[in-house]
């Protein structure tokens, strides 16, 4: 896998917010009637099965589930994609085994970025470890929003919570691309606000603090700083008013 991949799809910002992909094509989606659109998802033509999709990205039917599951395996990347992000906004738990499955198998980058904002969305348990995995090992685009999945789902059950904080601090410490970094460091300090004062949250806020004095990058410096001032934590906020002293952020 490689970065190169998203260039298939996806022209904008890779990091942009998931959906800005759909205000492009708004001038081409179809009226919302369900009764009308429902059809056009088993269409034969590529295109219209797209512009389907498009519309259960905004449009919730229960009825839409099964045949943008089936659409999660089209041959064409941009139906993929689609199908990707409108299971996002209808949940379902028989969605989320199909959508695991494609995260591991997909070739293109655009259509595992939908997968795992889709997958974020759901807040099913059974994603936490693949997007664990996507964390460390996919591209930077799918980092980033894997990052923003996580802690959307590891904050429901506490034992989710600590398994997630490790890898978090890995990528905050070692991803070579800064915006995921600043993406670590939100997405910790939102986890470090469920968890009780123990060694684990000891940790986080280590990272944390590390990462607001030695971070390269001004935005991860920023995303720290930010983070510890929603913890709260004492020792993050003598660190924020030294450095602050000193002139060093």
Not at 28 to 44: A, K
Not at 58 to 71: K, V
Not at 129 to 151: E, Q, Y
Not at 228 to 247: A, F, S, T, W, Y
Request: hydrophobic share 45%; charged share 25%.
């Amino acid at each position: 896998m490689n970065d190169n991949d998203l260039s298939v799809i996806e022209t904008t910002d890779q990091f942009s917010e998931p959906l800005d992909f759909l205000d492009s094509a708004s001038s081409e989606l179809p009226p919302p009637n369900p009764e009308l659109i429902l059809p056009l998802l088993t269409d034969p033509e590529p295109s219209q099965r797209m512009l389907a999709a498009r519309v259960f990205c905004e449009l919730q039917d229960q009825r839409a589930i099964a045949p943008l599951i089936n659409l999660l395996k089209d041959i064409c990347p941009l139906v993929r994609i689609s199908a990707a992000y409108a299971l996002g906004k209808n949940t379902s738990p028989d969605a989320v085994g199909a959508l695991i499955e494609i995260l591991k198998q997909d070739w293109n980058g655009s259509v595992r970025k939908g997968i795992v904002w889709a997958l974020g969305n759901g807040g099913d348990r059974r994603a936490l470890n693949p997007l664990i995995h996507a964390v460390k090992t996919d591209i930077s685009a799918v980092r980033l929003w894997a990052v923003s999945s996580l802690a959307q789902i590891a904050k429901l059950e506490y034992e989710d919570l600590i398994a997630t904080i490790a890898p978090l601090i890995e990528g905050l410490r070692q991803d070579c691309m800064a915006a995921v970094r600043g993406n670590c460091a939100w997405a910790i300090g939102q986890l470090c606000r469920e968890i009780p004062s123990n060694i684990v949250y000891a940790t986080a806020i280590d990272a944390l603090i590390e990462a607001l004095a030695k971070d390269e990058d001004l935005g991860v410096k920023e995303d720290a700083r930010n983070a510890l001032l929603k913890v709260g934590d004492p020792r993050g906020l003598q660190m924020i008013e030294e450095l602050e002293l000193e002139g060093l952020i």
